[in-house]
Every structure is written in C-alpha cells, then in structure tokens.
C-alpha cells in the first residue's frame, strides 16, 4: 500500500472482456480458464476498481432464454452491490456471431442490419438495468477488404440511419443515456469506416441527436496509425464531446495490441494523464477511466490481477508527475509566453474591417522575432526527467 | 496521341512548385534549375493541363515591392491569358520563414499569429486577382515535437480565430471565394495538429462561416498514416464538403513523397478514381484534379515534364478502367444486393415505437443468413483484372 | 480458359492451412465448416495447382495415435497420388499449443524447447514421409512482450543450438531435406526475434551447417515493416539462399492480412514476379510458388475456391506481363547505362595499389556527369502503364 | 552538477553534423547560423562530451584546395588537442553532391562509382589523420523509386566491390581502421538497399575481409520500421559486429527525426542502454556513445547546448536505472528460470543418435508445463516503475 495504490476514488473501471480475456489470438486458442463474471466483480473490487463495464454477450451469452438472461442478470446485480461496484459503460457485440462477417449497421443486407438493431436495444435495455450511463458503439467490422463492395458514402448513411434510430429508442424510453462512438482504423477489417476519433467526431456533427453522441477514444486505436492520442483526446474535449475513454497501450502499425496501460511510450501516457487531469490548465476529464486491455498470454491468473493492478498503478504515478511537472518553477517560466492582448484584440473579437486595417499596417519585424530561442528542448528533457523521477 | 492524352476538358492543373521542384531534401540541395512561372505555365499548357495553382511566394518571392509584385503579376496574367491557363486556387506559404518554425496561426508568439494573418490577407487578394475561386490552408507546420508547449485545445480555438476572421475578410470584401483545409499527420513536426482529413472535417463543423469551409484531401497526407484515402474523400463527399483535391502517391509510414499519381498503389488509385468519376453511382466530384507531386531527384527538366504527362496519362487510364469495370455484367451482378423494402421501412424513416416494436417481433434468422457466402473475392479478383487491363 | 488458366507446370503450391482456413480472427470464430485435407487436394488439384503443403497438425491433429496417425497419412497419400499431386514443403506447429506460449526453441523452460525438438524431428519424419524437400520454420512466438524476461543473445543462441541439432537429425538419416527459415516482425508477439529476411540470412550464416539452410521469404511479413519485398528476395537469391517463398498480400504497418496475392500492391507483385521470373536478366527462382494466404471471412466454400484461382490467376497475368516489359524496345533503350570497362576494371578485380593510383588521378568531372537526366520518370511510368496493360 | 552530469569517461560523442545542424527541412531553409568546427569542439567539450565525429565535408568543404585543406585540418586539430577531444570516428558525404542523386557504390554510372571511391579514400586519409579508428559508410542514396533500373543483385554486387575495394586500401596503407556499416530503410529513397541492421549483418558475411566490418545501427533507423532496436543490437552484439553505435529516438512510420536520444520511447531507450551496459548479463558493448540526433528547429544556439546536454544526462539516468532494475531482488527472482541441464545436454553439445534417441523418448508433459504462468507483466510493471523512479 503506498500512494499510488488505487482505490474507489479513482474511477478505475475494466471491462468483463478485460481481465476475462482467454489469451486466445489468431495463432493459438486459450490459455487461460473462463472466469465468472461475478467473481471478476470480486477481484476487480479488491484490486481498488470502481466499475466494471460489458458487452451484452459478456454477460448474457447468446441464446439463452429470457429465464436465464433474468437469473444471470440479477446474480450479476447482486454481486455489484455486495462489491460495491457500478457499471458506467455498456456495449454491444457486433462482431463475433458470423452473420455479421461483413459488418452490422454498414451491412448490404438488410436483415443483418435489423438484426444489429434489434440486439443493440436489446443491450441498451440491459445495459440500463444494470445502471449504465454510457452507451459505447464499436464498430467492429464495419469495413472492407473487397473496396468495390459498397460505397463508402452508402455506409455513411446506413450507420447515420442506425445512430439516429437508436438515440430516437432511448428517448423515448426516457432512458439517461449517452452514446460514445469508438473509432478504430483497421483489424479486424482491412480498412474500417470512421478510422479516427476526428472522423468520428465529424460523422457524430451529422447525427439528428449529436448532443447525446460523443466519442470513446481508444489509446490502441488511434496509435496504430502512428497518430497522437493526447491531440485526437484534446480535439474532443475542446469540443465537449469526451464521452468516455479506454484506456491500455500499443505499439504503432501493429495488430492491436491492448497492452497494459502506461507500458508502451510512457510519454505518451504522461501526456494523456496531464492533459486528462488538466494540471496544465483547461477543464479536466471526469468520466470514468476505463482499461481496455488484457494481460499478455504468458499468465496465468495471477497475472491477470498483477496486470489489473499495474494499469491502475501507472496511472496514478503519472498523475503525480503531471502535478509536479506543471508546479516545477523552471516549467513555469519555460512555458510563459510573450502577451500582446492588444495586437491579439485585432482579429480575437472576430472580423472587423478597422481592426484588420490595423492589423495590416503594423511592422512586426518577422526576422526579428524569427531569431528569438523557443527552448522547446530544455521545457521536453525537463518533462522527461520527471518522467524518470529524477527531477 | 492516344486515348489517355491529357486535353484541357479533363481540368488537369498543377502548382507552380511542383513542376518547379528543383529536387532539394534533407540530405541535398537542388539538382535543377529555377524554371520562370511564365515558362510553367507554357509548359503544362503544352502537355494538356487546365490551370496552375500557386503559393504567393511562387510567384512573388518575400520581399518584393508593391510596384515589382505588380510586375511579375501582371507579366504573369499575360503567360495565363496566352496559353488559355486559369488559377483555379490558390495558397499561402505559412511555413518557409523562419518566424513560423513553431506554427503560424497556432504560434504561442502573437506576433507571429498577427503576421500569419497579414501575409494570408495579401495572399487572399492575390488569388483572387488571379482568379482563384478556392483558398487552400495547409498547416505547414502547425503542430509539435515538445508536446508540453501548448495545449491542442489552445491550438485548435486559435485555429479558429484565424479561420473566423479570414472568412470575414473574405465576406468583407465581396469575394468569391471558398477556403479548402488540408490535413497532414506528421513533417515537418513530429505531430501535426488536425492529423486527417476527418479531424479536420470535424473542426469545420466547429466555424463560424463553415458553408464556405471545405476540405483539401491529399492522398499522401492520408496514405502516411495508413488510412484509406477513398474512405477520407467519399466522407468528405457525403458531407458535401470536397473543395478540391490533392493528387500524388505515397507508401504507408514514410517521409512526405508526392509520387506521381498512380505510381505507388494503383489499386488504391483504381478505387479514388471511381469515386470521383461516379462511375459506380453516387454524384461525382466537378472541381479541378490537382497533382501535388513532383519529379525523382534524378530527372532533368525533360524528366519533369514526363513525369507532368505521366500523372495526366495514368488518371485517364484508370478512368477509362472505371467505367468498364462498372459496366462489365459480372460485377453488376455480383454488386446486386439482398433488398427488403418493407424491412429498411421499419428504421430508415426514423425512429418511431410502433415501427421498432415491429422490428423487434421479426425473427431474422441470423445463423441462415450468416451462411450466405458473399462473393467478394471473385467481386476483388474482377477488379484487379479490370486494373490489369486482362478483361 | 485463357493464357491466364493455372496448369500443373507453373508449380503452384497452397498449405492445408489456407484453403482450409475457416475464417477465425480475433474477434469471431468460424464462419466456414472444416475441410478434409484429401477433399482439398481433390480441390486443388482441379483448380490447377502442383502441390499442397502442410504443418504436422494440419494432416494429423495433436493427440492422434500412432495407428490413427498411419492411417491419415496414408489416406493422404493416395489423395495425393490419385490427383498427381505433391508435398514439396512441411513444417511444425510450434504456436498453437499453449506450452509454446512464450515461444518454442527461444523459451526460457528447458521442457518447452526439448517439447519443440521432439515435435520437430516428428514432424520432419512425417514432411520426408511424403515427399517433401523442404521443411520450414517460422518462428510462430519466438519472440516478446515483457522484454526484459530474455536476453535477446540467448534467444538467438538458443535459436542455433536448435537448428544445428536438427540439421544434425537430417544428416543422421540421411534425408534429402533442406531447411527455409521464415521471419515475421511481430504478431502473435510484440516484438519476434529475426524480424526480416535481412535478419535471417544472417542467422543462417552462422550455423553450423549453413548450406543446407536458406530462407522462405513471406510478401506479406515483410511488407507489414513496410521494407521492400522485391529487394529482400534478391538479396537471398544473390546469396543462393531463396529456397522457397510464400505469395500472399498485406497492406504495409498493419495486422498480418494474408490477403490474395497481387490484390494489394500490384506493383510490387509485378516487380517480385519479374524478378523470379529473371525477365529483367539474373537467375530466375526454380522452386515452387507458394500461395500463402487465404479467403476472406466474407467467403463460403465456393469463394475459397475463387480465391484459390485468382491467386494462380493474378501470377500468371504479372508474368506475361513482365515479359512484355523487358521486350518493350523503349524500356531496353532506357535501362542501357553508360559504360566505361576500363574504368571499372580499377576497382572490379579488387584492390590494388597501382590501380587505385590510377583511380585517384582522373578528373571525373562530377558537376557534369551530375547534370544527366536519368529519364526515370518515363521508365516508371512505362513500367505502370505495362502493369495497366495499356502499352 | 549532479550524478547525471555527463564526463569525459562516458565516451559520449557528437557529429560536427549534429549539433551544426542549422534547423532546414524540406520546408524550410535554416534558421540557425553555422559554427565553427572548432567552436563545436570547444563547446562540445565543456559540454562533457569526448569526442567529435564528422563527413569529410563537415570539416572540408567540397572544392577546398590542398592548402587551405591543410589549414583547416591542422587549426581544427589544435582545437581538439586544446580541449582534449577526439575523433573516433569519421564518414564520407556521398549524398549532397547532385552526382550521387542515383546512389554511389551503386550508381548504374561507373563515373559515379568511381568518384565515390576517390572520395572515400580521401575521408579515410583524412579520418586517420584526424585519428579516427573506426570508419562508418551510411549508404545515403543507395536505393530507388523507379524499381526497374537496376536489379537489387547488381546493387548487392557494386557494394561488395567497393566495399572489398576499400578494406584493400586500408590494409595496404597499413591503417588501424575498422568499417562500421550503417543501414536505413528508406529516405531520401523511397526504398534504400540493405533497410535494416540485420540485412547489413548478413551482407558482411559476404565480404573479403569481413571481419574488419561491423555494423552502426542508428536507433531512428530501425524505429522508422517499426523494428526493436534492442533486438537488432543484441543480434549485432552477438555476432561481434557492433563496432559503433548512433544514438537518437524516433517515432515508428515517420521521415527520419534523429530527436533527442530518449525523448520518444524511454522504454526502448531503457532496454537498450541496459543491454549496452550489460547490467543484465553479458558483455557490455565498450565502444563510443555517439548522439546522431539535432536540435529542433524552434531552438537558437543557446537549445542546442541543452540538447545536447539533454542527450548525455538521459543516457547516464537510464545506466543508473538499468543497474538498479538487475539488482531489485523481486527482479532477479523473477528473472530465475526453471532449470534442468541434463535435459539441455541432449541437444546443446551438438546432434547425436543416442542422445536423440533419449530426448524422443521424455514424456514433456506439456499440458502441464503450458499451466505455468510466467509473471512477465509483473515483471514489466516492475521495469516500468524502474523507469518512472517509483521504485
């Protein structure tokens, strides 16, 4: 037990997929035994989680009766609250049964997408009962290999159809729920529809409800594009849309790798917490901090709870160098900038014709201020040694 | 001459630095000679091109007075006029002083924000003065390598300060003229702020003036990240928001290369080609095809303008492919899809209860439908054949 | 039927694994029922292949006894024999049981790399059983995660000890068998040992019996790194160590896709094609051409065997048309270089200090030899437009 | 001054390249003024670096004359005498020059060819004069984008001449000087012959006097591809050939940055600096340190200096880590594997019948052994804590 001990406060959650992941991969079949969903409530509690989120069918395989679904709900239930555990977020799989092979809502057929409808409702009512604030859509296979299949824009407009249809069954249940979109580029797909957080966000602009839509970003999902996490993160919080996050980690242009969080490129994840956390300034994040990884194949179940662990410790070490870094005085002053809030006032309030006649009249001695020294490699080797803890 | 020899209706155009690469890069300097702007545009009128589009120190270098500008402005208006050559668009050069070595509208300096701006303004007016009716911003090099400097959310409303006022310039003044933003991943800066077209799709949806906001996709810029760069500009299409278009070609996880078009990945090229004719349905693309590339360090000046004809030529070609491939009755065939009306009814309107109450009855009969073999790979080798020019 | 219809004489080779693949990933199981490995020779051989290539547990799963194990074998003989078909390569599974979990020769426990040894010298009795002259090892989880469990030179001795114990066993019974290392950069592992063909050949050169070792170059492992696969291939076949290839597609920095050959990067299969085919000049490859890919998860049984046929397909097109390149008259012209023999002849026969003298004193005149356009852009071009089939 | 303080005894260099580098892009020209080499001396020394390493050109420009030659060498000699630095190591510029624009030793041009060797043996003379023992060849140009004028076996063959040339000049002027080849995947080429360490490992088998040859891997070399450094270096390590190394850090799938060694990636930077220093076993690497890494371009002279600072006190805060992580105790027992050397012996003394005979015949068990969790992430979070100074 030592500070970075992780405890309810935090809002550290893990999905049943998580911590339940077999150690299966396209080379070898699992490693490791099922564990009941009850029990990961158990061990997830004692390790200091705060929730624990789910796909329909992590929960409620499929095919089992109404009677069924009813007993391994409430046994679930029950678990939560002995725990004292809370399900934030929940999902839909659309991804493992065969029929959706070539996707659900972006599908050719139309029965396919009736059916991703008909068991997204069913997993917005499960995840309702079970407390859910979050609605998160992964849009699994949603893509192509075979291009001349469909065009990109029909699948734009099928998912757009399906979005606005589902916000539409949430609101008239009266149900107080959120969606968060999940972007990803590739795998299990070729190529997947709305790749990034930023085609999300765009896709989300279009939508009848987008005021119920934001995103869930994905560390993994946006690094194998070898693309920055912390700014796809910041563009969706400066436009209010940082529904949810997962959190774990990846190396770039790889398979996905959902690594344990912090692991990989550590200064990225330092970042991400700063800017999270916003001890550099601007509001912080305060939804729940889901870890959306699993351990590596070689452990077994101790393993799994040491991995569970170490996502949650490194995000509490580097929440503690993100305040000491934005509090160290030589940062301060590195980040100061030069202030001109009366050049500024030219074109901040917006167009005016006056003011941009006065803007264009000043000298401001370009190669003058191009000489001045930004000290960009003191402020980083600053950043990395608190990084290093040596600092 | 052939069938695939570039004339003036198939709107070719080029930019003056790309025929005018002189072949420098980081491990060398030029290998050929400055070629006059005037002598461009003669030379690519020559080869079958339309236009000639221009960052304003192409063609007036920093520095030059009001009264040499005009010179060469007006000297340059007769070389158009000559050889029946327009400047469809035009563009500012943000990225070579040394005052915007960390940015130019997303700068922590506001001197540099301010010069940003004025130099824009004049760079405005010389577009229009030649014509131009479409303003493209590429963020040269607005973005970061010591992350801590700046929050991206700073970035991003400082980005759309600029963009608020400039369309207000361009209102101010009666100009008709839509503004194209290009998004770039990485270089020159470690990460670029708006890394795809979809984040910057996104943040047009943010701006005050976004009816005249659209987006300039260049397939390098999203082909260095990996992504599908069909998938980016059918997006940009469904939202009605292709302004103009960025030809070259480029492998995946590189240095900037603008290739000749076509040459790195014709199967991607087949795939852009077909959506921006129409060929396989939908409305297709009307603006001006623009080849941002240039020609191997290894070529002189006849190399150059080969490498003009080569990018003309390969468009015509996949055109032409294109269409067959659309009319060739196998693929039709193939393309045709399981169509249910009454079923698409039950969510295509809207959500409405008595509807989804429906949907939900429906035993869709998931495990038969997963049966169905979908034909892709015959649909892809068909495909390739077309490329191939076997069938 | 056409020029393109494959024939037993253009030694088309698929493995069990990849007709038969049923369409698991990491995100949904099978889509497709098992096929028995005689209805796949039967299959096969119809579509016009020379031979079919298998891992141990392909034909006989785990577990099997010795009678089953006979039997299967030798059911599988006749299947062979009664469609004229042949083994030409095996290997060994050495991933798919969870004991290989942290790898087979490379593991830190004894007990796994004694397990793979006995596997291994199984599974090379069963690969001379049936005809096959090679036998391949791709190192399926050689490789790490948690890096610092290993030191990466006890890896790659622990890699020699293996392969010198099994060349060692060859010789031993007299075999006729040589051995084709395969390397992949990463997947299942975030990081596997000998990540490159370059890597390999290496390795192989310090073996103890390194004749009888080469490398089994894969389109697909080396393309995820983004190197270039025509280059690795002539590396090896400059080294006389191409003693077998697997033919198959992949988009560059991404899961491994094992997609159709020639369906990505018709480019690039034309140069590798042209370069086994020695059209260009140089020694062509004389061994079996092995498709190592398979259907996508769209497909039912039919589209496998579609696929199968597009493989065959799609090399046979990019022979013919490496033929035509290499005859065009214009592209001879191009490809003649400037010839000097006297002044090669200073440094070709090796060093020597008369000669290097006279190296030193020519005035070269690089300025000028500087200026020559190396007509580069035409030649690709050309190269494309061969590839489009429009020249 | 404190422990991370950087001393003449850590073997630290930098090329005159390096810390002269004056901010140009492909973007935009320099922003910071040229240094005088001897001013780079001084200041690299006081800086606590040991020495300097340089391009022929570095120190003399192209076109010098015998004498002023002379002068430079002997004024720049005196600086490093005066300030007790030296030259380890020296390179040849054979890619600035636009004769090199198609490659060197591999140019399809013998005047090409031929001038690349007059120009080496003048950079030997000079690094030796200079006093240099170790002599790098970075293949700049050597590679293609027009694939089909040159076969890569042909490139391979030049290579090797040269290369076999040069070890003759050097042995027959009795110079104590050992080659250190260096390889880069792609850039300024679309694709560089010999992309990888391992492919240079294996091309310096095939050398006359290969064992005067090793390998420099450059850590944004190999991370452009997305490889393990670590990895590469430990294989280089293996074999002796790791004569001289170049130190920077690099994002995956992007132009070459040559940042800040440790400011991307700690945690390959951690394994990597813990291999060299053997902290966990085996022989530590002796040779120079040597930064190829520059400044970014926002920073005036005073950045450079802490830069490069920045790069000696990353490096000696990673050396202290590494011995800390290999002597926690956790970590050593973690780190214990199971053991059985009589197992071993069956097969590491070399292949033999009997001893076969007995390892066919062990009952593995390896549904028993596969039970075994292995505690890598317990062990990665350790290393990870390690890192972060947690710990």
Redesign the interface.
């Known amino acids: 037990m030592d500070a ?1 001990t992780p405890t309810r406060g935090d809002r550290f959650t893990f999905g049943l997929w998580t911590v339940g992941n077999r ?9 490791r035994d099922h564990i009941d969903p009850c029990e990961i409530v158990r061990n997830l509690a004692e390790c200091g989680a705060f929730g624990v989120n789910l796909h329909d069918n992590d929960l409620v395989p499929l095919g089992k009766s109404q009677k069924e679904r009813d007993t391994i709900v409430s046994n679930f239930k029950r678990a939560l609250s002995e725990n004292d555990m809370v399900v934030p977020m929940a999902t839909t799989n659309l ?8 996707g659900a809502f972006t599908s ?8 991703a ?2 068991k997204t ?1 069913d997993g917005i009512d499960l995840g309702v009962e079970l407390g859910a604030k979050l609605y998160v859509f992964w849009g ?2 949603e893509g192509t ?5 469909r ?3 029909t699948a ?2 099928r998912m757009r ?2 979005m ?6 949430v ?2 249940n009266g149900y107080d729920l959120r969606f968060a979109l999940e972007a990803k ?4 797909r ?2 997947n ?11 989300i ?2 939508l ?1 409800d987008e005021e119920m839509v934001g995103v869930n970003p994905e560390v993994a999902h946006e690094v ?5 996490f ?3 993160v ?2 969706a ?3 209010g849309k940082l529904f949810h996050i997962d959190l774990n980690s990846q ?7 959902d ?2 969080f ?6 990225q994840a330092f ?1 991400l917490v ?2 999270l956390e916003g001890t ?3 509001e912080p994040y305060r939804g729940p901090l889901h870890f959306d990884a699993h ?10 709870w ?2 569970a ?2 996502n949650m ?2 995000y509490k ?2 929440k503690a ?1 993100a305040r000491a ?1 934005d509090s160290d005085p030589e ?1 301060c002053e590195l ?1 100061r ?4 809030p009366e ?2 006032a ?3 309030a ?4 006056k003011r ?1 006649q006065s ?2 009249q ?1 000298d ?4 003058e ?13 600053l ?3 608190h ?4 600092r």
Request: glycine share 10%.
């Open positions: 970075y150690g299966s991969d396209p080379f070898g079949g699992p490693v991804f493992s049964h065969p029929v959706f092979k070539d050719n057929d139309p029965r396919v997408r009736a059916f409808l008909q409702m699994g296979r290999e075979a291009d001349a299949c065009d990109v824009r734009i407009e159809e399906a606005n249809f589902l916000t539409g069954y609101k008239a580029p590739n795998e299990p070729s190529e529809y709305f790749p990034t957080t930023g085609h999300m966000l765009h896709f602009s279009t009848a194998m594009s070898g693309l920055s912390p700014h796809a910041g563009q919080m400066e436009a190396k770039i242009g790889r398979y996905d790798q690594l344990r912090g692991s990989e490129d550590p200064r970042l700063r800017l550099g300034g601007g351990a590596y194949r070689s452990e077994d179940e101790q393993g799994v040491e991995f662990r170490g410790r490194t070490i580097l160098k870094f940062v980040l900038c030069h202030e001109d050049l500024e030219l074109w901040q917006g167009y005016d014709s941009a803007l264009r000043i401001l001695k370009p190669d201020v191009a000489r001045i020294g930004l000290r960009y490699e003191r402020l980083d080797q950043m990395m040694e990084i290093f803890g040596v």
